[in-house]
């Protein structure tokens, strides 16, 4: 079975990053799927569908772009993923740039660059 996966992203600036990555999860060999969970309003419940959403995921996938570290929607949602104890990497949006973390981001937290091989093994777990 799949593992379900979370994608938090910039929405103003990485959506189409994350439509790249559900078109990724479509390939025949894929090991994960992604529902698309994204919260397209603010409401004063959001952080609460947020974490949701977050629990019923296997992992969490933050696409790190040129802004993400202003985006606080990502940072809420990382933090959430850390709270949970659910499994979460970093993956840097665009190929010549390196992404810019979450405020909440560990120290110790690697930006992977993305490729086919490197999805496949974060997701099954591996680093």
């Known amino acids: 079975m799949p593992k379900r996966v979370f994608v938090s ?6 959506k189409t990053l994350k439509d790249f990555l559900i078109g990724q ?6 090991p994960f799927e992604v529902h698309d969970w994204s919260i397209k309003e603010a409401s004063p419940d959001w952080k609460v569908k947020a974490r949701a959403r977050i629990r019923a995921s296997d992992a969490v996938v ?3 772009g040129e802004h993400t570290d202003a ?3 990502v940072a809420i ?6 709270e ?3 499994d979460y990497f970093l993956l840097n949006g665009y190929s010549g740039q390196t992404g810019k973390k979450p405020t909440t981001a560990k120290t110790s ?5 993305w490729t086919w091989e490197n ?3 974060l997701i099954g777990g591996g680093r």
């Open 9 to 14: 992203f910039d929405y103003d600036y990485d």
């Open 77 to 82: 949602e990382l933090k959430i993923a850390q």
């Open 71 to 73: 985006a606080t929607g």
């Open 62 to 64: 933050v696409i790190c």
């Open 109 to 113: 937290d690697k930006i992977y660059k």
């Open 25 to 30: 999860a479509k390939n025949p060999d894929s």
């Open 84 to 86: 949970e104890g659910i």
């Open 119 to 121: 999805l496949k093994t």
